[in-house]
């Protein structure tokens, strides 16, 4: 694989390895909608599908019994598929409840 010599594919490819981001493989190994991709990463199976809406995304396999899929963050740069396992990006957070008293008319 040649490497581009443009210094802002250089700088982005340079963050990518130091924060956590892995590459995974061409944008090309889910061409159509319904594709997907299983990979193992760092012991984990991740899945790489392409949705009926063309965007790409990932999800980590629970080992668990029944466990449900969950999402990993997954950025698309130059044609290459990353995903980030740092559990630190998936936390999810609650959102913030707003009551409010309707006022009678």
């Known amino acids: 694989m040649t490497v581009p010599e443009d210094p802002r ?6 963050a990518a390895y130091r924060s956590g981001w892995h590459f995974i493989d061409l944008v090309t190994a889910v061409p159509h909608g319904g594709d997907s ?7 984990e199976p991740i899945i790489i599908t392409r949705g009926s809406d063309e965007d790409i995304r990932a ?5 668990k ?5 969950q ?7 130059y044609g ?5 396992l740092d559990q630190r990006d998936h936390q999810l957070v609650e959102p913030e409840t ?3 008293t309707p006022r009678s008319a």
Do not use: H, K, S
């Open 9 to 14: 594919f250089r700088r982005e490819m340079a």
């Open 37 to 43: 991709l299983m990979v193992t990463l760092f012991g």
């Open 59 to 63: 999800y980590r396999c629970l080992r």
């Open 65 to 69: 019994p029944r466990g449900a899929p």
């Open 71 to 77: 999402p990993v963050r997954c950025a698309i740069r």
């Open 80 to 84: 290459m598929i990353f995903v980030n």
């Open 98 to 100: 707003i009551t409010a």
